[in-house]
């Protein structure tokens, strides 16, 4: 038998992969009803439409062809497909002693939250589908077909925008190898995600000063550049996405130095 | 009579006992302390300034002036407060007990179910908020001159008493749905994003979503109406209508919790 082992290695992780998705989407669907409610949860941007809606915020937004409506709506379906959840997942694993086996496993532990949070999301999309239809009743004229190519575009832009947050949320999961409750953590980590995506408020309304050092931040690209993607406002797209892979191989390099010292330094929940 | 006031006095001696060990827990972690007050401080300079964007375009959010919806979000700071103290701890124990069977024990012990259920547990992390949300208040309050006297604080805290009291009856009456569906979990959090819109004066949404949060889920009454009848934007009287709606979600929580526990078939029987 002769094969190259270096292409058999590849194509023996992406059959990791699609087992990994195949699995943890069986999974997810054994939970249909609690991600329904996990998506209901998620409407704090309808909120802020309804406030935003009673203010002159357009005389405060320089940009031609800024729709709030669509701002926000096209917010909404973003934050929806950009969940992530993973440092409370790994902090229950190593807290319940179950990261020993996993760690056993020839697929890096990664791969498994990651999959799980894809899986999840493909999940969501009929239950998204159904909150969209109805929100159409709910706001007439407030709808918009965006072109195919600009939907294939931006459901890649969303993909990218959520996997940078995973990464954030995964780098600081790796505390969890040197404290317990690390989930608090991840209270912190709602604030800047809050305040400096563009959730609450389009940066377009924040003054010059602020809204400059929200750019420093990976939090504006990860929402604020595919709801506007979305909507159609205007965006540099290239720069965008540029800046998305640079936080995302970033975020990977120090995650996995992280992972490494932190595995060398984990002792096992009661051994 | 004495009896019944004996009984009061163990309860309060029982429930002090609670809350001395769920400390003493909570406290091994103090690091926490430190994540909460940076959250806390986070949340509030957030909320400011989203506030002073809205404010940026025009000198009224829903006819309330900045320092008057300065008190509607500390109000919303205090009861976030109440949640992470007592609310979120207790409750989110419900579900395990209907999952693991262990509600059994719980249904047996000389005590009534509802107040060992809300009350066991007390946890520190709370006070951050709680006291941040007050010192906005008292802050608030000076700057529009309304003056301090003994009545009014009394006012406010009667108010703060009601809208604590709907907020959880509102928590209890879901966290009790568990009893059919186990996993409600989740509803909780479903409540807590829906109550966010607190943070702001009623007046500030657009109609439809003002009826919604009028009528459907009463989180005018959390925050906007202690608020008005602080700052005397009506009258005393409203007191009354907080405390009648506050004693009418207390008591169908109460109703709801028994007719709950008469569907309650314990686990793996």
């Not at chain 1, 077909?145 to 832009?157: A, D, G």
């Not at chain 1, 505390?175 to 305040?195: D, N």
């Not at chain 2, 951050?128 to 010192?135: D, R």
Request: proline share 4%; net charge positive.
């Amino acid at each position: 038998m002769s094969y190259k082992p270096r292409q058999h290695k590849v194509l023996w992780f992406l059959r990791v992969i699609k087992s990994l998705l195949i699995n943890q989407y069986a999974l997810m669907m054994e939970y249909r009803a609690e991600i329904a409610l996990w998506a209901l949860s998620g409407i704090l941007p309808l909120i802020m439409l309804g406030l935003w809606s009673q203010t002159n915020i357009q005389d405060l937004i320089e940009l031609q062809g800024f729709n709030l409506k669509r701002y926000f709506l096209s917010a909404f379906v973003v934050r929806q497909f950009t969940v992530v959840w993973v440092i409370f997942s790994f902090e229950e694993d190593i807290v319940q002693g179950r990261l020993s086996p996993f760690l056993l496993q020839p697929v890096p532990l990664f791969w498994r939250y990651y999959t799980s949070h894809i899986a999840e999301q493909i999940t969501r999309v009929p239950i998204v589908a159904l909150m969209i239809m109805i929100l159409s009743v709910v706001l007439p004229n407030s709808f918009w077909l965006p072109k195919f190519t600009e939907l294939i575009l931006t459901t890649f832009v969303i993909f990218l925008a959520f996997t940078v947050r995973f990464m954030i949320h995964w780098a600081f999961a790796m505390s969890c190898f040197w404290v317990e409750r690390a989930s608090s953590i991840e209270r912190l980590l709602l604030i800047p995600y809050l305040f400096f995506s563009g959730l609450v408020a389009p940066i377009d309304t924040f003054p010059k000063e602020i809204s400059q050092i929200a750019y420093l931040t990976p939090y504006p690209y990860l929402l604020s550049f595919p709801a506007n993607l979305l909507s159609g406002h205007h965006v540099n797209i290239q720069l965008n996405i540029m800046i998305l892979i640079f936080w995302a191989l970033f975020l990977f390099l120090i995650s996995t130095l992280a992972w490494k010292k932190g595995v060398k330094h984990f002792t096992a929940m009661g051994a | 009579m004495k009896s019944k006031f004996n009984k009061y006095i163990n309860i309060s001696m029982v429930l002090l006992r609670f809350w001395q060990t769920s400390l003493a827990i909570e406290l091994e972690y103090q690091l926490n302390m430190l994540i909460e007050l940076v959250s806390v401080l986070g949340n509030l300079f957030g909320s400011l300034f989203i506030l002073s964007l809205f404010y940026k375009s025009g000198p009224l959010l829903g006819g309330w002036n900045f320092f008057e919806a300065l008190i509607v979000l500390g109000i919303y700071m205090i009861l976030e407060g109440i949640t992470t103290s007592i609310l979120a701890p207790n409750l989110s124990r419900i579900v395990n007990h209907v999952k693991n069977g262990t509600l059994d024990y719980v249904l047996l012990k000389p005590i009534d179910s509802q107040l060992w259920l809300s009350l066991r547990i007390i946890s520190p992390w709370g006070l951050p908020s709680q006291l941040i949300g007050i010192l906005l208040i008292i802050y608030s309050l000076v700057s529009i001159q309304v003056d301090l006297s003994l009545f009014n604080i009394l006012i406010f805290f009667t108010c703060l008493f009601a809208s604590s009291l709907i907020l959880y009856s509102l928590w209890f009456l879901l966290a009790s749905t568990s009893i059919w569906f186990v996993k409600v979990w989740n509803a909780t959090e479903v409540l807590r994003s829906i109550l966010v819109a607190g943070r702001y004066p009623m007046s500030a949404y657009p109609r439809g979503l003002r009826t919604i949060f009028t009528f459907l889920i009463p989180i005018a009454f959390l925050t906007t109406v202690p608020a008005e009848v602080i700052i005397g934007r009506v009258s005393n009287e409203y007191i009354a209508i907080i405390l009648i709606i506050a004693a009418i979600f207390f008591a169908i929580s109460r109703r709801f919790w028994k007719f709950a526990l008469l569907h309650y078939t314990s686990a793996s029987s």
